[in-house]
């Protein structure tokens, strides 16, 4: 089992940053792939990122390329969210989920351990 708490969500100006957290509990989590989605009210959950068990390879939306990077520090169970040049498409409710194993296709992989999310909101 892996239980996974985001933070780091808040309040920020368009053009502005924010770091969002997936801290993990369980000992298959430095073994896992580790997605960021994200959902907006009224639409669906989108994918943003994801992370290699041991961070040697990412994937990213085409939406968040070039301004979102996700690392991870698997001594620390956690993995980040580096957000820059915010705009406000990008407020949603930002979650990480995970899944023990390696994967070729980090974006297809069916992640089975979810966190509860955070909020992002960027005001223009």
């Known amino acids: 089992q892996v239980q996974l708490v985001e933070s780091g969500g808040g309040l920020v100006q368009a053009g502005g940053s924010l770091r969002l957290s997936c801290t993990a509990s369980?000992?298959?989590?430095?073994?896992?792939?580790v997605a960021w989605f994200r959902q907006a009210p009224g639409q669906e959950r989108e994918f943003v990122a994801a992370?290699?068990?041991?961070?040697?390879?990412?994937d990213y939306a085409d939406s968040v390329k070039g301004r979102f990077t996700s690392s991870r520090d698997n001594a620390k169970n956690t993995v980040y969210l580096q957000m820059n040049s915010l705009k406000p498409e990008d407020t949603a409710h930002y979650y990480c989920?995970?899944?023990?194993?390696?994967?070729?296709?980090?974006?297809?992989?069916?992640?089975?351990?979810w966190g509860r999310g955070t909020q992002v909101t960027v005001s223009s």
């Open positions: 989920a995970a899944r023990p194993g390696l994967f070729s296709d980090l974006q297809r992989v069916e992640y089975n351990f």
């Open positions: 369980g000992r298959q989590f430095g073994a896992s792939a």
């Open positions: 992370i290699s068990w041991n961070g040697g390879r990412t």
